[in-house]
C-alpha cells in the first residue's frame, strides 16, 4: 500500500509540522526493552505537505517515546527489536464557519514485525492501525494554528495508542501507562488529547475491570468527558474482547464522541460491529466521519487481537 499524506487545508497553506508528544520515561524493575528501529516508507515523502522530519520520522519517535513510559515489563530479558513499514498517514481537517469549530482526523497504518533482540527470532508480525480525532473553536475557519495544535493534539493520541496496542496486544507486555510532562495547565490543554482526560490511564491499561468509572461516565453532560469515557471502551476493543459498550447504543450528538464510539466498533470488528456502522455511514452527516465510516468498513475493521504471552 503506497504512503498517502493528504491534508484538506485549502491553498495558500504553510507546511505543517508534526511533533513528537512530550513523554516523561518511566522505570520499571527488570525492565523489558523494546526497541523501534526506524520506519520505512514504501513511497517518497516528497509530496507530503509536511514540514521536514515528516511522518515516518516523527510517528517512530512518538511510539519510542511512548514506549519509554510505559515502564513495560513480564517479556524476555533481552526485550524485543521492532521494525515497521508506514504503508499510510493521512490528515483529514473539516473547518464549519457555520459551526466555528475544526475537526481533524489522522490516519496511520503500520506493518511491523517484531523478534528478540540479539537474535531476532521471530516473535509477532501484523498490522497496526492508528485513529484519532480532535476538535477545538476556530471561529475564523481559516485559523492555522488552530489547526497546527489540533494536528498535535491527535498525533499524540495516534502515537500513544499504537505504543499501547504494540506493547500490550502485539507482544502481551505489561506496563504503566505513560505520562506526559508539561511546562504548564495551558500547554496540557493545548497539546493533550483524549488519553489525558480523567479516564486516560483506564484507556491505555486495556483492563476492562479497571474501565468501570469510565462505563458510569458514557452518559456525561459534558462531551469531553463522554469521548474520554467511550475511549476507554475503544482501547479495550479488540477482535477477541468482548464488548463494554452496552447492549444498545446511541450515536452521541457530539461529532469528536460518535468518532470514539464508532472507532471502538472499529476496533471490536466481527460481523455484527461491521454491520452497526455500515448503518451509520447511511445516515452520518459529518463528511470526516463518514469518511472514517467507509475507511473503517473497506478494512474490516481497524482493531487486532491479543497475542498469547511470548515465551
Request: hydrophobic fraction near 45%.
Amino acid at each position: 500500500m503506497a504512503l498517502v499524506a493528504l491534508v484538506s487545508l485549502g491553498c495558500g497553506r504553510h507546511l505543517l509540522s508534526l511533533n513528537a508528544p512530550n513523554i516523561a520515561p518511566s522505570d520499571a524493575r527488570n525492565p523489558t526493552h523494546v526497541d523501534v528501529e526506524p520506519f520505512v516508507v514504501r513511497s517518497p515523502e516528497r509530496a507530503a505537505p509536511f514540514a521536514a522530519p515528516g511522518p515516518a520520522a516523527v510517528l517512530a519517535a512518538g511510539i519510542r517515546a511512548e514506549l519509554d513510559g510505559r515502564a513495560l515489563r513480564a517479556g524476555p530479558a533481552e526485550g524485543y527489536t521492532v521494525r515497521c513499514s508506514l504503508d499510510r498517514f493521512a490528515i483529514r481537517s473539516r473547518q464549519s464557519v457555520l459551526d466555528g469549530e475544526e475537526l481533524v482526523l489522522v490516519y496511520a497504518d503500520l506493518s511491523c514485525e517484531a523478534g528478540r533482540r540479539g537474535t531476532l527470532a521471530a516473535a509477532w508480525r501484523g498490522e497496526i492501525r492508528g485513529r484519532s480525532a480532535a476538535t477545538a473553536p476556530n471561529l475564523l475557519g481559516n485559523d492555522a494554528n488552530t489547526t497546527q495544535r489540533l494536528v498535535d493534539r491527535a498525533l499524540s493520541d495516534v502515537s500513544r495508542e499504537m505504543a499501547s496496542d504494540l506493547a500490550l496486544r502485539a507482544l502481551a507486555l505489561a506496563g504503566d501507562p505513560s505520562a506526559r510532562v508539561f511546562a504548564d495547565e495551558s500547554q496540557q490543554h493545548s497539546a493533550a488529547g483524549l488519553d489525558d482526560e480523567v479516564y486516560g490511564p483506564a484507556a491505555l491499561q486495556e483492563n476492562p475491570k479497571g474501565a468501570a468509572p469510565a462505563l458510569r461516565a458514557l452518559g456525561e453532560r459534558d462531551a469531553a468527558t463522554r469521548a474520554a469515557a467511550w475511549n476507554v471502551v475503544a482501547m479495550a476493543s479488540g477482535t477477541d474482547d468482548a464488548w463494554l459498550g452496552g447492549s444498545s447504543m446511541k450515536l452521541d450528538e457530539d461529532p469528536i464522541v460518535r468518532f470514539v464510539q464508532y472507532k471502538a466498533l472499529g476496533r471490536l470488528g466481527g460481523a455484527s460491529a461491521l454491520e452497526q456502522l455500515t448503518r451509520a455511514s447511511g445516515t452520518e452527516g459529518d463528511p470526516l466521519l463518514a469518511e472514517f465510516l467507509r475507511d473503517t468498513i473497506a478494512t474490516g475493521g481497524i482493531g487486532m487481537a491479543r497475542s498469547p504471552a511470548c515465551p
